[in-house]
């Protein structure tokens, strides 16, 4: 998954992010999530990965 969150608050980032890893767990809605990577002003970064 690629987020673009260019036009997302900074603040708000970190959050966002616990959020999203929270549901990778094997019982979770994200449990096949095998890659999470964000891009926020122009820098890619991988956040999660398997």
């Given at each position: 998954m690629v987020l673009n969150l260019d036009d997302y608050p900074?603040?708000?980032?970190?959050e966002l992010l616990e959020?999203?890893?929270?549901q990778?767990?094997?019982?979770?809605?994200l449990k096949h999530?095998?890659?999470?990577?964000?891009?926020?002003d122009g820098k890619i970064t991988k956040v999660?990965?398997?």
């Open positions: 900074s603040e708000k980032i970190d959020t999203i890893l929270r990778t767990n094997p019982q979770a809605n999530l095998d890659e999470l990577t964000m891009i926020k999660f990965g398997r």
